[in-house]
């Protein structure tokens, strides 16, 4: 009798989409909250439960745990709250708040996609924490999965003195047509949207597979504003920056064209053959699209042609951290921006900023995509009292460049998938900078990640590093890999690979020796960007090192552990 022919996962996945759309599961979550662990079988622990923003929790030793490419999973799970925009009220940080407490052992994180992240959440306890956050106005669905993730946009809309627009009315009303309708509950991958009305595109449209920012034109003798649109970008373990359409997209033409484009992508099929080649972005890489190409579909779909494009102006090395006090567009009032290293915010903390925005201000925050919290509509008379009181929780309204500038994954303390811890070692990390480097001051995005699928996004940051492992007396210890000069906006390219490779311990090292240098020797006006791009990566790797250092290649290093690509 012939073998069966075994599926591969991406065939595996596929079938299990088409068997379930996992939205339409919840009485089977509480079935399991019922029956208990035990009771919930592969394909929701491996599957389904993203589609509710739900992933199992690693045991802490990352992928190096378990095998086929995954760490070993406990029986507890990690749970992704969506927030679109960014918008948040204190009634909804404290009820987050409570659930971290009651639930999550009072630790939680602020995401890259503006999304707070808890741990430690068990079956029995699922059905209650989503309950809860429905009741107001949260929700995990569409957090992950095979859907569209939350919908980024600037955290200052409506309040930004210097925006076009306030385009937040559009991320939430493009959650309502995408999140929860059955149309799109099976895409070929995740699906990430940013739309922003802001002049410094802090929401990183050159990284997500739509990215809409504010334009004007001046359109039969009147001044219009629409949007310039990028479609295809994002980072992994394959990074490509967006490519921009030559079109003008009109405010009623935004859903339209965002349908569309989720149609387009739901259609491709040949982004369904390989689970980590199922990105809108593949179309670009692989299948030998052009903009064009993309364009003449779209318009095909939409049944319009649209306007050509406007002019736009990227920003100019914009630091996009929001990290301070500033005037908003309404008079008398400002925000207040807090620096949360690397994301790491605990109950306590989100109990006391809540009370903190409803004392100071009218009970509204926001995220942001650099994991960082910001209190709007604080009246200028209580702006210094107000950040006081964050600083008092640890959260830093002025911080050195180091504190400012660090993300971090998750990394091996919750993630199956990660090959080293990132969230204590970027503490340390940047305590150690401060100490040595206290007088820097320069911008700095110095970005974290604990594998090469990059949720740090370090191939955006000026200073990016990848988790590897190497060997060290017969065993495998942390150790990070060096990407540098990774830019977005108007000098958009990604981190160079620079072939140095070091333990985690010396990273501080590497760091301090690499910026002294450039405080050295940078001419005047010179930020870490151009100093990067100045330099060859040979040099820059001496810079690091020390010395002379042969290049190590980014993907070979003693010990190398396999790597999976969420699902």
Request: hydrophobic share 40%; aromatic share 10%.
């Amino acid at each position: 009798m012939a073998n069966a022919i075994k599926e591969t996962t991406a065939q595996r996945v596929e079938r299990l989409k088409h068997e379930l759309n996992p939205w339409q599961g919840l009485d089977e979550i509480r079935r399991f909250s019922r029956e208990g662990f035990s009771s919930i079988p592969p394909e929701w622990l491996g599957t389904y439960f993203r589609w509710w923003g739900v992933y199992t929790q690693g045991d802490g030793a990352g992928v190096i745990g378990g095998q086929g490419g995954q760490g070993r999973a406990l029986p507890l799970f990690m749970v992704r709250i969506r927030i679109a925009n960014g918008l948040l009220t204190s009634q909804q940080l404290r009820t987050v708040a409570d659930l971290t407490r009651r639930f999550g052992r009072g630790t939680a994180d602020l995401t890259v996609r503006q999304n707070i992240q808890l741990h430690w959440v068990t079956i029995e306890s699922l059905p209650e924490v989503i309950q809860a956050l429905w009741s107001v106005g949260l929700n995990t669905m569409g957090a992950c999965g095979d859907v569209t993730r939350n919908i980024t946009g600037c955290p200052l809309a409506g309040v930004d003195a210097d925006e076009i627009v306030d385009a937040s009315p559009l991320g939430l009303q493009a959650t309502d047509a995408l999140v929860g309708n059955p149309e799109f509950y099976n895409l070929p991958r995740k699906f990430k949207i940013s739309i922003s009305g802001c002049r410094v595109w802090c929401a990183y449209p050159e990284i997500n597979d739509i990215g809409l920012t504010a334009v004007t034109r001046t359109f039969q003798g009147q001044e219009e504003v629409g949007f310039s649109l990028r479609v295809g970008g994002g980072l992994s373990a394959e990074p490509y920056l967006a490519s921009r359409l030559d079109a003008f997209i009109r405010w009623n033409q935004v859903l339209p064209t965002i349908q569309a484009i989720a149609e387009l992508f739901r259609d491709s099929d040949q982004l369904r053959e390989h689970r980590e080649r199922a990105r809108l972005k593949f179309l670009f890489l692989r299948h030998g699209w052009s903009a064009k190409d993309f364009q003449r579909e779209l318009e095909r779909r939409v049944g319009f042609q649209f306007d050509a494009a406007a002019e736009e102006h990227p920003p100019d090395d914009a630091y996009r951290d929001h990290v301070g006090i500033y005037p908003q567009k309404q008079a008398g009032l400002f925000y207040v921006g807090a620096s949360v290293l690397r994301g790491r915010i605990s109950a306590e903390q989100m109990h006391v900023a809540a009370d903190l925005a409803d004392s100071f201000a009218d009970g509204h925050l926001r995220t942001t995509t650099m994991q960082n919290l910001i209190v709007v509509n604080v009246p200028q008379a209580n702006t210094a009292a107000l950040a006081k009181e964050l600083e008092n929780i640890g959260f830093r309204v002025a911080a050195s460049p180091f504190w400012r500038g660090a993300i971090a994954c998750s990394g091996t303390e919750f993630c199956k998938l990660a090959i080293t811890e990132t969230k204590s070692f970027s503490r340390w990390l940047v305590e150690e900078l401060e100490e040595r480097l206290p007088a820097f001051d320069q911008d700095l995005k110095l970005h974290v990640t604990g594998c090469p699928n990059s949720c740090g996004q370090h191939w955006i940051a000026d200073i990016g590093i990848e988790g590897k492992k190497v060997k060290d007396g017969g065993r495998l210890i942390d150790a990070y890999y060096f990407c540098l000069g990774g830019a977005v906006g108007l000098h958009q390219k990604t981190a160079r690979p620079v072939g140095y490779r070091c333990p985690a311990s010396d990273v501080p090292d590497a760091i301090e020796r690499l910026l002294k240098v450039y405080l050295a020797e940078r001419v005047p006006g010179e930020n870490l960007r151009k100093f990067f791009a100045r330099h060859s990566e040979t040099e820059l790797r001496e810079f690091l090192a020390g010395q002379v250092f042969e290049p190590v290649a980014r993907d070979l290093s003693p010990g190398r552990v396999p790597h999976g690509i969420e699902g």
